[in-house]
């Protein structure tokens, strides 16, 4: 049995580099980013008119000049017009190029407006007033997105402004997530009172959605025979193997000898963690890796968020960021494992609280309904005291 940091240790030095693929801007957001996004011209590309008004010439309204000829209109899209004399205005719309001849635009806030003529109002006004300037943004080849960036919904917006309809990002590892046990049913039958329903595959599945990754969905009974052909097409067929169930030592946890005498090497096989000690990690002769992690729904929630999640950041090279919280109340713990508490999280006037939810086991699959976050505590102390800052490991 080893311990957190060194199983994590194993895991992310199994890191994978799964190639670069196109993604539509649209089914972008939430993958990683494989390349710089650069900017294809200047942004804004020209003197972007901020508010309505007149665009003048502020030469005029340092000569004294208050009130001017409205020469034309101007609205965003049109070609930009020429001031064609300094005791001319052109009224102008937001988003418009700001005419030639003009350096400032006074919003119709400070203006009175009599036939064709405008008044300003405003006693001062200064050169390039209310103009989003040529380039201000970044000029032509600036970095505007660095690669390694998880792509948000508002980076859809610079992505589509530079015409990225198709969007470099990292290749995701195509996986497969599979139950195991004789005892679950499908989610659509009704159970007899000594079966249950297969609440796990379709937690993995879900979490793997989470993370951009559609998998295929198998389930496995408790035979060995049944088990070995499953798993020997699955793992031709996949990068990643995920499994729920068998990996304990129980009579029919299969799982574990299957594996083998398919040429798996084992990495390592039980963690001094709770939940999940019995979580069995390795690589196949093709290179597919395996997760197996217990069948306990909590354990499988758990050794999905600390150990695959962490993997699967460091292949896609991104760094997931770090969410400090202060313990909202004092946890004794007593084995000497490590402990990944489930928590929620309660913002208090800026403070963030780490607030454990309470549960019964890891079979408890009500409080997964709350979990927000997982904060793991170190096997050395049995106490650890409200107040303390922890690490959170987002969910």
Same mark, same amino acid.
């Given at each position: 049995m080893i311990a957190v940091a060194e199983a994590l240790e194993f895991i992310l030095k199994q890191q994978r580099d799964y190639g670069i693929e196109e993604a539509d801007l649209l089914q972008s957001t939430g993958r990683i980013l494989a390349t710089d996004i650069k900017a294809d011209r200047d942004y804004p590309a020209f003197d972007r008119v901020m508010m309505d008004g007149i665009a003048i010439n502020t030469r005029a309204f340092e000569s004294n000049i208050n009130e001017f000829v409205i020469q034309s209109i101007q609205a965003a899209g049109d070609e930009p017009a020429v001031l064609n004399g300094i005791q001319n205005c052109i009224e102008i719309m937001t988003g418009a190029v700001l005419p030639a001849n003009c350096d400032a635009v006074v919003p119709y806030e400070e203006l009175t407006i009599a036939g064709n003529t405008a008044i300003i109002k405003a006693t001062s006004i200064k050169q390039f007033q209310n103009v989003h300037k040529k380039g201000s943004d970044g000029v032509q080849d600036t970095v505007l997105l660095n690669a390694n960036t998880k792509m948000t919904?508002?980076?859809?917006?610079?992505?589509?402004? #530079?015409?990225?309809? @198709? #969007?470099? #990002?990292? @290749?995701?590892?195509?996986?497969?997530?599979?139950?195991?046990?004789?005892? =679950? #049913? +499908?989610?659509? +039958?009704?159970?007899?009172?000594?079966? =249950? @329903?297969?609440?796990? =595959?379709?937690?993995?599945a879900a979490l793997l959605k989470k993370d951009n990754i559609t998998a295929s969905l198998h389930h496995i009974p408790d035979d060995e025979a049944a088990m070995t052909s499953t798993l020997t097409a699955l793992i031709a067929q996949h990068e990643v193997v995920i499994l729920s169930g068998a990996v304990s030592k129980g009579k029919f946890d299969y799982l574990p000898g299957v594996l083998k005498s398919l040429g798996m090497r084992t990495i390592f096989h039980r963690i001094a963690q709770r939940p999940g000690k019995p979580m069995l990690f390795g690589e196949c002769p093709n290179g597919t890796l395996i997760f197996g992690f217990p069948g306990n729904p909590m354990s499988t929630f758990v050794c999905y968020q600390v150990y695959f999640k962490a993997w699967l950041y460091q292949s896609q090279q991104y760094n997931a960021p770090l969410t400090i919280a202060r313990l909202g109340k004092t946890v004794t713990f007593t084995p000497n494992l490590s402990y990944h508490l489930p928590v929620f999280l309660l913002n208090e006037g800026g403070l963030v609280k780490a607030i454990p939810v309470p549960g019964n086991n890891s079979g408890d699959i009500p409080s997964l309904a709350v979990v927000e976050g997982l904060v793991t505590l170190p096997p050395e102390k049995s106490i650890f005291e409200e107040g303390i800052t922890v690490n959170v490991t987002l969910c």
């Open positions: 919904a508002a980076h859809a917006g610079i992505l589509a402004s #530079v015409g990225a309809g @198709r #969007v470099p #990002v990292k @290749r995701l590892p195509s996986t497969v997530v599979c139950s195991t046990g004789n005892e =679950l #049913v +499908e989610i659509d +039958e009704q159970p007899l009172p000594h079966q =249950l @329903r297969m609440s796990n =595959l379709y937690m993995l």
